[in-house]
DNA sequence: CCGTGGACGTA
DNA sequence: CGTACGTCCACGGC
């Protein structure tokens, strides 16, 4: 019973069906209906892998106390296999049973009143296809159309482990498909339970960047104006703008005489000791970046009464398949973490990969010269010493040779990283020139990278800097969710809690008694990666890992 | 009202 | 030294 896969569904009421498989007990049962406290009972007693549409299973269990181990996401696994976001049940139903994808009825189509819900109990219709008024929805409507729904659920999870053939031990792909489902239940327990900020520390922090907490409409206008005055007193002589407009901007920065394409900060800094307005202007933007994105109105919609900072998560992007936070999760400005701070008698462990990837491309592309340089802390010190070159040089042309340079050509240290590391940028240079073509990339683990074709040359050689990256990129993504849910699941028995997934960077609350057990936790679940992703065991990864009280206090 | 692009924060 | 994402804003077409 134990790992094998088992179809679950939860209606918005909180009625829950579950259509067991394999030949436990109830195996090949025709499903049950139960509350959502019996399934958390069912899922400590047999520990099953859940098939599951999408994350909204997950949600629903939380919602009813219930936080279940681990599942088949079969949306996830879509995504992994096929590229692209789309993953809803009627279409991954329609690639699954090689139906027609033009043809996947719209659920935005006129409902019809259930009719075929009421004749026929069948979620299929005549033509194979989801009918629509089903996954519109209308699969909750009864307990055995629920359970129909999660019969449904465990079929196309069957259908795709049998495409797929994986799912059971073995390689890094068969892995990856468990810990890409399974970060849809980290997902839901991170939007559930939220990041710690003190509202105490954060509304300070914004009083002093931003100004005081406006009473009304107006004296916001005020606020704005007054911060506005402190720039426009640089402009010229009867000139003026609204600096929220980039083309006004623009303009008035021409009467000051500093001719610029465009407003952005990095073209800006080199006046920025010269011209007063100019450095008024860039003390601006940060202000009101603050004010409009990361202000009181951003407080108060997200930050909860509880002291917790709740956004909607994605376990992938639609390009290499990183995680997504919305609520500004992870594009906080980094001053705000002074006010991301543990609860009473906790710490956050805070740990982060390191120089993670150079890391992947010696794993993923399996040179082994590039793998002998990991067993270093600082791989770009035996680097430089290989390529006889200083290491900032040689951290340069690493990082040109993995995300493609438009500008020079990277000159001797390049040359040298070819002969130094052939297999190594044999992996990207294929990479680059797949992606050219419009060939479609497939990840380490097994992410399907999709590629447009044709196009002008500017956009050839984009794709050509899209496709190396993408590989890199993604594989980093698939280490550090393996990395992600192992300590999830791990770290269950100390009560440690991931808050924050920042790409190369977790976050754990928990107790500040169990925080060195934690510590210790979060390095070993690394190793265990590890040895997924290197079956060799020739590259080595490293994390920086720290207990602080205030995410601030960690080095970063 | 809605889509687009500039700008900028994070990795 | 490239890629990706989320968010807010002004602008211009409807």
Redesign the pocket.
Known sequence: MRGELAGIAVAPDGTVAIAPGGAGPGGHSPGRIMTIAEAGAYDEAFRPRWATWSQATARRLIAGGVRVSTCWDVAAVHRLAHGGLRADPGYVWAGLRGLPLDKVPATGAEPDLFSSLEETGEPAGADGHLRPEWTRGGWARTPGTVAAWAALALQAAELQRQALGGGKAGDAGAATIRSESTVELLCAELAADGLPVDRAAAENLLSAIAGPRPRDERDAAAIRARRDAVVLRHAPAGASA?L???????TLLAAAGIDVP?????R?EEFSSSSPLVAAL?EW??AE?IS??YGY??LDSHLGDDGRLR?EW?GC????G?M?????L??????LRRAVIADEGHVFVRA?LGQIEPRVLAAVSGDRALAAATRADDMYQPVARELGVDRPVA??AM??AM??????HGGAAARRMRQAYPVAMGYLDRADAEARAGRDLRTYGGRLVRMASGGTPAQVA?RG??GR??LI?GAAAELFKMWAVTVRSRGQALGAEIVMC????LLVHVASEKAEAAARLVADCLDETARWWTPRGNVRFIADIAAVRCWADAK?
């Open positions: 609204d929220r407009s980039p083309g006004q901007v623009r465009d407003t952005r900060a990095h800006l860039l933007r940060k970046r409009t994105t109105s951003w956004g994605t992007d639609g390009a290499a990183r997504t936070a919305s609520a500004g992870h594009n906080m400005p980094a001053v982060d951290k340069v990082i040109a995300y493609g340079q438009t500008t020079g984009g800097r899209y990256n993408a990129q920042l790409h190369d960077e970063g």
